[in-house]
């Protein structure tokens, strides 16, 4: 129920008058007990009609670890799960969202995928179902005229060959209908496309239960670890004005107290310090109060977060990333440790007494002077907030130093590199934990070996499948939930399936090597992305789009498209 | 003839407060006290009547319920007082809410109340139950009626209940219990009809009386269909 996609998604098949749209969420593994030994199909919520008996089946890709609980929901809503042992009676399963830009390990079980923004073509694809259905003909038939729609991709209409190396030698269509490339979609103008007037409204409190509203899609700022960074390129952003009467209408219907202005740097939204006291001087009175769910350190004035906990006060987070300047130019965070200082010790001056500070473990590059870099970060937070004059200063502290393991993703500059082993992992961790010298700092650490699982279908190939198939049925699910997930099953399962876990997560790949997601074209180039991998090894810097064009390749995607007619600097 | 009862805060604001009757029936059932104080809150913004908050540093609006209402109790009868700002007339209240109330929600009675009114929880006199139990096996009305006798020709009715701060206290819930009756029996289901009162703002939860019924074959867990049938104030 928090995601934004799915908030968007729902409204707009249901504002269709041939089409009913329903949710449907992997149940917890009691509800399932519940499921299996009444044998009762999974049912999608507003209807409780069985998911087997839907037309379509759509799935949300948020995360590489939710893709067992896919499988386990198409097994409990009695549909097949691979997609050639569908017939005519069964759902066509569909798919989208971040992880739809490697679809290949789900490459059995998903009918079709949709890459890019969905809005553009899902009312043209329903249309096309329609007028199949009438037909009678086989599904073959409806999937091979899909595939003439822009972001569509069928795994069944591609053939894979391998090299000796278990490389991948050739990928190519094996029906005339199928593209060779296929082209992500993406929606040109915002403001204009459709968006809801009310959101579901959970009786429950969930995460995010509040106004979450899209001020801008795509991010230009170029970090290199940073997947969505490049498969949401272009940056769009909507005007002031479409963004606050969307709001109003949102906040009117839905009865919600709360905005959350989300994107994925929304710091960075061209007069966001303007548009947030617009909205705290509109609803201050009703008591609304507006956040801001991601800040760069740079962006965030602590008068901006300042402005915005009028209502209600929390804590600061911040993302430095890296522990040294030297890391964070690899990457390209851009941020410098006298931009964290200052927003750090304004914090203090400020009354906040919580500063949770985020790193990724394991960057190309890395050494141990990386690691110790993080508990300096951490020190000097703790220094800061003793420099601060005591009757200024919140009268306890706690820094919060948190490190999630780096998984290299597909469409990034870093999707050449190795993952670090798992031990190497744990070492860092152990590193780190030595080098902190504090009692204010808390240390709270990723685990190593859900990352490394991670890693493996993130840059994954349809060989996978098996892999995936096996871990559902050996009661694998919730991956992400660290109370469920089950290394050692998964461990046996690769072994048993003679899966080599290190060739997916710890090799280093060839410049040339054809990945199983090459196949996709998202605008931005595979030549764009190797040249910033080999800047990032000599730690040179590429500016925000914004400020400079770096020549992406998003421009020459779509004819007539000019970037900077779609933001304002 | 429109009446509007109007209260000045401190600062010649002006505010009202409503005190309104509603239902909760099978749909939303399963809300708990916290989902529901939301859901009204929302409700409330939704149909654009203006609540009341309070001016500490952590604002929240001034909308009270008589009682936490038992998680799976369907009610035909409960309270809550609202402080509305501005000045708003019953039937408008009553149309406005009721239109962005969900199904399941339904406020079927409202009136002014004066500053300084009884509250909700010290108002509470009497409340009365239909208690739907599935049994195990059947059991005859006689041995039903039996246990219901004795357990109201008791004396005294002690629990032990554990305080918040980890002790275990004695209460005596007798004198809470006004009525317990059959109203119903089937093969493999009864339904009891039990009314309760309030004393200094206590009273006993129907769910411990119908364990002390010390009937064996009542499937008390966790199939007891609850209905709140009247709910009276002082």
Known sequence: MSHLGMKLIYPMLNRREDTWCERSFAPWIDMEKQLRDHDLPLFAIESMTPLCDFDFVGFTLQYEMSFTNIINMLDLGKIPIRSTDRTMEDPIVIA?????????????????????????????????????????????????????????????????????????????????????????????????????????????????????????????????FCQAGMLYRPTREKTSETIKNQIDVLLKNTGYDEISLA???????????????????????????????????????????????????????????????????????????????????????????????????????????????????????????????????????????????????????????????????????????????????????????????????????????????????????????????????????????????AFYACRQREKEELFPWDFIDIGVTKEYLYHENQKAKLGELTPYCKEECNDCGVMQFQEGWVCSEHYTV | MIVVLCNFRKDGFVVSIIRFKFQRKEALRFLSHLDQLRL?????????????????????????????????????????????????????????????????????????????????????????????????????????QKAVDALLTKQEIIIQRRTKKGKIKEKDIRPFIKALEIKKIEALSITFRLTVIYIEQQCVKPMIVLEKLNLEGLILNPTVFMVRTMLKLT
Not at chain 1, 172 to 190: G, M, N, S, T, Y
Not at chain 2, 49 to 74: D, R
Not at chain 2, 77 to 93: C, L, R, S
Not at chain 2, 121 to 133: G, K, Q, R
Request: hydrophobic share 35%; glycine share 6%; with cysteine.
């Open chain 2, 40 to 144: 009204f809150q929302r409700a409330f913004r939704r149909a654009n009547i203006e609540i009341e908050h309070s001016h500490g540093f952590n604002p929240h609006p001034k909308l009270a319920f008589a009682q936490a209402m038992s998680v799976g109790m369907v009610s035909d009868e409960e309270y809550a007082d609202v402080t509305v700002k501005g000045t708003i007339t019953i039937d408008e209240f009553m149309q406005k809410i009721n239109k962005a109330l969900p199904e399941g929600l339904c406020v079927i009675d409202a009136w002014y109340i004066e500053k300084g009114t009884l509250s909700l929880n010290a108002s509470m006199a009497e409340s009365e139950y239909e208690l739907n139990v599935d049994l195990l096996y059947p059991i005859a009305e006689e041995t039903v």
């Open chain 1, 96 to 224: 989208g969202g971040p992880c739809a830009s490697n679809p290949e390990p789900l490459a059995d079980f998903v009918d079709i995928f949709f890459i890019g923004d969905a809005e553009v073509t899902l009312d043209d694809l329903l249309d096309l179902y329609k007028a199949w259905k009438k037909t009678k003909k086989p599904r073959i038939d409806f999937l091979k005229k899909a595939v003439a729609l822009d972001g569509i991709y069928v795994p069944a209409f591609y053939k894979p060959t391998y090299n000796t190396d278990g490389t991948l030698k050739d990928f190519q269509p094996i029906v005339e209908e199928a593209p060779q490339k296929v082209r992500k979609c993406f929606v040109d103008d915002l403001n204009t496309a459709y968006y809801p007037e009310t959101l579901l409204v959970p009786y429950t409190s969930t995460v995010h239960d509040r106004v979450s509203y899209e001020i801008f899609r795509g991010c230009g700022r170029g970090c290199r």
């Open chain 1, 263 to 501: 994107s994925l740097s929304s710091g960075d939204y061209p007069g966001i310090e303007t548009l947030i006291k617009d909205l705290v001087d509109q609803y201050e009175s009703d008591n609304i109060s507006v956040s801001l769910p991601s800040l760069r350190i740079d962006s965030v004035s602590i008068d901006m977060l300042e402005q915005m906990q009028k209502v209600r006060k929390s804590g600061v987070t911040l993302a430095p990333e890296a522990g040294t300047q030297r890391l964070r130019d690899v990457i390209n965070k851009g941020v410098t440790e006298a931009d964290l200082m200052q927003t750090v010790e304004d914090a203090f001056k400020k009354k906040f007494g919580h500063i949770k500070l985020y790193f990724m473990m394991g960057l190309p590059t890395e050494t141990d002077e990386d690691i110790a870099g993080i508990a300096h970060l951490g020190h000097k937070v703790v220094e800061a907030y003793f420099d601060t004059d005591e009757s200024l200063r919140n009268r306890s502290l706690k820094v919060v130093l948190s490190t999630a393991c780096f998984v290299p993703k597909p469409f990034t500059p870093f999707q050449w590199e190795p993952q670090d082993t798992m031990d190497e992992f744990v070492r860092k961790q152990k590193h780190l934990k030595n080098e902190i010298k504090s009692r204010k700092i808390t240390y709270n650490w990723q685990d190593s070996q859900l990352s490394y699982l991670e890693a493996i279908f993130a840059r994954g190939d349809r060989r996978l499948c098996k892999l995936l198939e096996a871990a559902q049925k050996a009661g694998c699910r919730f991956d992400g939930w660290s109370r469920m997930f089950d290394y050692d099953t998964w461990l046996q399962l690769i072994e048993e399936l003679e899966i080599d876990g």
